[in-house]
């Protein structure tokens, strides 16, 4: 199982990190530049809810390799968030600021938030290759 | 916790190194640390990434004010050495023909 669950501050970017390198560790197999891809989507979802999301206490990150695709799902109590994924666009060059819900849609081939109970429920997916 | 070595060419080339993540975390100290260097008169800056780990949207953000507190004292910034993570957020950013990474520092600056 690849699963933390950790207070959400910016502590918790370095265990994520940590614990991707785990699950790629375990996941041979896929290419480099698809590693990079799912990790820079993970991070960025996990930095956003630790820099934005209001009231949040706790975010848990779960991995897991399937036969044709990798996921991640990170679910946090923060107050609901109010973004329209479709509506994402990536800024011009010269802003500093804004990238990151556009550099995750990029960076893999799914995401999606939804708000179940008293919960914020982010979902990644990337598919393999050759999946 | 990412550290930040910096020196200076005797071309008066500055360069940065971090050591570690850029994230939301380190962001703030990347633009501290290239802005004392600005200030200073060292307008023409190399960030050797050879020793960072991984960039996230803020550490991007760090290095595009970078490029323009750099430009806007008549210098440039320029960034070398990096590895396939950074590679590919700014490919994905599409920052990549904005920041051209170079391949090594010494090189950073032989072409404009």
């Given at each position: 199982?690849?699963?933390?669950?950790?207070?959400?501050?910016?502590?918790?970017?370095?265990?994520?990190?940590?614990?991707?390198?785990?699950?790629?560790?375990?996941?041979?197999?896929?290419?480099?530049g698809?590693?990079a891809r799912?990790?820079t989507?993970?991070?960025e979802?996990?930095?956003?809810?630790?820099?934005?999301?209001?009231?949040?206490?706790?975010?848990?990150?779960?991995?897991?390799?399937?036969?044709?695709?990798?996921?991640?799902?990170?679910?946090?109590?923060?107050?609901?968030?109010?973004?329209?994924?479709?509506?994402?666009?990536m800024p011009?060059a010269?802003?500093?600021?804004?990238r990151?819900?556009a550099l995750?849609?990029a960076a893999?081939?799914?995401?999606?938030?939804?708000?179940?109970?008293?919960?914020?429920?982010?979902?990644?997916?990337?598919?393999?290759?050759?999946? | 916790?990412?550290?930040?070595?910096?020196?200076?060419?005797?071309?008066?080339?500055?360069?940065?190194?971090?050591?570690?993540?850029l994230?939301?975390?380190?962001?703030?100290?990347?633009?501290?640390?290239?802005?004392?260097?600005?200030?200073?008169?060292?307008?023409?800056?190399?960030l050797?990434l050879?020793?960072t780990?991984s960039m996230d949207s803020?550490g991007l953000g760090a290095i595009v004010?970078g490029l323009?507190?750099?430009?806007?004292?008549?210098?440039?910034l320029r960034i070398a050495a990096a590895g396939p993570q950074v590679l590919a957020v700014l490919d994905l950013t599409k920052l990549t023909r904005v920041l051209r990474p170079r391949p090594?520092?010494?090189?950073?600056?032989?072409?404009?």
């Amino acid at each position: 199982m690849y699963r933390l669950r950790a207070p959400a501050d910016a502590r918790v970017l370095d265990l994520v990190h940590d614990l991707l390198a785990r699950f790629w560790t375990d996941h041979a197999g896929m290419p480099l530049g698809h590693r990079a891809r799912f990790d820079t989507a993970v991070a960025e979802i996990a930095a956003n809810v630790v820099e934005h999301t209001r009231a949040v206490a706790a975010l848990t990150l779960e991995i897991r390799g399937l036969p044709d695709r990798v996921e991640a799902a990170l679910e946090d109590d923060g107050e609901p968030v109010v973004v329209d994924l479709d509506d994402v666009r990536m800024p011009p060059a010269g802003h500093e600021r804004g990238r990151g819900l556009a550099l995750a849609r990029a960076a893999v081939d799914d995401v999606r938030y939804e708000r179940r109970g008293d919960a914020n429920h982010w979902y990644l997916a990337l598919r393999r290759p050759d999946g | 916790m990412t550290e930040f070595h910096t020196e200076t060419t005797p071309a008066g080339i500055g360069i940065v190194r971090p050591t570690g993540r850029l994230n939301m975390v380190s962001a703030p100290r990347l633009r501290s640390v290239i802005g004392h260097l600005v200030e200073a008169g060292t307008v023409r800056v190399v960030l050797d990434l050879s020793e960072t780990e991984s960039m996230d949207s803020s550490g991007l953000g760090a290095i595009v004010a970078g490029l323009k507190t750099a430009r806007q004292a008549g210098g440039d910034l320029r960034i070398a050495a990096a590895g396939p993570q950074v590679l590919a957020v700014l490919d994905l950013t599409k920052l990549t023909r904005v920041l051209r990474p170079r391949p090594d520092v010494a090189s950073a600056f032989d072409s404009v």
